[in-house]
């Protein structure tokens, strides 16, 4: 049974970072930010970690902004709180945006990926939200949240 592994960087260092991935022998991270070209990013900056990943250590890296949340349901949760409408509303945007079909090509290119996303626990993020749609719709996969 295939794993699927998720991270967050948050309160991670870029050693941090790398030794789980090692650890964990994933072979390709795939972003799922929404935001991840700013300065605030730091050394997750897309181009930045693409190539860290990719030249330091043989992990693949692909952007997937599809399998984030849109810019407004973002705002409006980080307004309102209300993490239940905002679970809701981004399991909507999966349905619309055939998010399973994008699970399995991306499944199809490598064996042990790792979901990237800000948050450092994935309970109200919504990497674990992705991580349990693949599971419900694609199936035969293990979630291990590192």
């Known amino acids: 049974m295939p794993t699927l592994f998720t991270i967050g960087y948050e309160r991670r260092s870029l050693s941090?970072?790398?030794?789980a991935l090692q650890e964990a022998g994933v072979d390709a991270v795939i972003d799922i930010r929404l935001r991840n070209t700013s300065q605030l990013a730091g050394y997750t900056k897309k181009d930045d970690l693409a190539f860290l990943l990719r030249e330091g250590f043989g992990i693949a890296y692909e952007h997937h902004p599809e399998l984030a949340p849109t810019d407004e349901l973002l705002d409006d949760y980080r307004a309102s709180r209300d993490w239940e409408h905002y679970e809701s509303a981004f399991r909507s945007a999966l349905k619309?945006?055939?998010?399973?079909?994008?699970?399995?090509?991306?499944?199809?290119?490598?064996?042990?990926?790792?979901?990237?996303c800000h948050e450092r626990l994935p309970v109200k993020c919504h990497r674990r939200l992705v991580a349990e749609w693949w599971v419900q719709r694609i199936g035969g996969l293990t979630v291990v949240h590192l």
Do not use: A
């Open 16 to 19: 941090e970072l790398i030794r």
């Open 96 to 116: 619309k945006r055939h998010s399973d079909r994008v699970g399995r090509e991306i499944l199809g290119r490598y064996s042990r990926i790792c979901l990237l």
